[in-house]
């Protein structure tokens, strides 16, 4: 598939899923005969249920550069060590 036309399907599912999100604010949605609660709180619970994942994954990351950042320090230490 055409790169432009991926972009362009991409583009109508992220509008498509606001408009849902929006749409529902006040009302319960009925698509194809299925009534849909409000998809706001389905969102919000969704957002507030991955945001902490993803601070732990930052946070993770951090860490892990950090880590091997000191680990290179070390080995740059020792190689100058032996160097003298």
Do not use: C
Request: aromatic share 8%; proline share 4%; net charge positive.
């Amino acid at each position: 598939m055409h790169p432009v036309i991926k972009v362009l399907v991409g583009a109508i599912m992220m509008v498509g899923s606001i408009a849902a999100v929006v749409y529902s604010m006040g009302n319960n949605v009925e698509i194809l005969g299925i009534s849909i609660p409000n998809l706001w709180v389905a969102f919000k619970t969704v957002v507030f249920g991955i945001v902490p994942a993803l601070v732990f994954v930052v946070g993770l990351f951090i860490v892990w550069l950090e880590l091997d950042e000191l680990r290179v320090e070390g080995e740059l230490k020792e190689e100058k060590k032996k160097k003298r």
